[in-house]
């Protein structure tokens, strides 16, 4: 599975922005699906991850209530809806693919390539 994300720019606090992840390669359906996130000088951090099916999500606490994870398998994409920005969800946001998902990053094998989100004051 190759991943393609997209969807990241430069938004002032209170905007919103969607990022999607486009997956090639067959059996998409079959692997969960993950966003992750890295800011400047610090470690990569779990953001929201999707089961294979779509039933069940997973969020971060700091994004709960303001970002949606969801999939759409007839496109073979994951999208990450953020709305609230706050200046602290700047970084590049990163989607992954597993048969495991869920919040352990570990468990991902496949990743994209990422998408810079900044977000100004």
């Known amino acids: 599975v190759q991943l393609q994300a997209s969807g990241g720019g430069l938004v002032q606090a209170g905007g919103s922005l969607r990022l999607s992840c486009v997956a090639s390669g067959r059996a998409f359906s079959s692997y969960s699906a993950g966003w992750f996130r890295q800011a400047p000088g610090k470690e990569q951090e779990f953001v929201a991850a999707i089961s294979w099916t779509g039933g069940r999500t997973y969020y971060a606490d700091s994004v709960k209530g303001r970002f949606t994870i969801s999939r759409v398998d007839a496109e073979n994409t994951v999208y990450l809806q953020m709305n609230s920005l706050e200046p602290e969800d700047t970084a590049v946001y990163y989607c992954?693919?597993?048969?495991?998902?869920?919040?352990?990053?570990?468990?991902?094998?496949?990743w994209g390539q990422g998408t810079l989100v900044t977000v100004s004051s």
């Open positions: 992954a693919a597993g048969l495991a998902g869920g919040p352990d990053g570990s468990l991902y094998p496949h």
